[in-house]
């Protein structure tokens, strides 16, 4: 069983910065695949940006450019920085893995990004 800890949400002014940490509770060499989600109010859950199986990076168009994954796996933490941030960026963040032969999934608690003025 894998749990993921999100951090780092919060309100922040259009074109600001916030960067999201997700630390698993593994390492996160023994992931298939990592990435991050979002759910904004009335809408779908939708993928902002993840590690593939093969080790390369998918982002949504809307925040290509603006985002960037990455991981640390002494600390078994993936990372999303997010700049440039617009008021549509504002939604719950997830962190979200694929593990195991099975690829079993597992989510974090979210953490809520809000950009506003």
């Known amino acids: 069983q894998v749990q993921l800890v999100e951090s780092g949400g919060g309100l922040v002014q259009p074109g600001g910065s916030l960067r999201l940490s997700c630390a698993a509770s593994?390492?996160?060499?023994?992931?298939?695949?990592m990435g991050w989600y979002r759910q904004a109010p009335g809408k779908q859950r939708e993928l902002v940006a993840a590690?593939?199986?093969?080790?390369?990076?998918n982002y949504a168009d809307s925040v290509k450019g603006r985002f960037t994954i990455s991981r640390d796996n002494a600390k078994n933490t993936v990372y999303l920085q997010m700049n440039s941030l617009k008021p549509g960026d504002t939604a719950v963040y997830y962190c979200?893995?694929?593990?195991?032969?099975?690829?079993?999934?597992?989510w974090g608690q979210g953490t809520l990004v809000t950009v506003s003025s």
């Open positions: 979200n893995a694929r593990y195991g032969s099975s690829w079993d999934e597992v």
């Open positions: 593994r390492n996160i060499f023994s992931i298939n695949a």
């Open positions: 590690f593939t199986s093969g080790g390369s990076t």
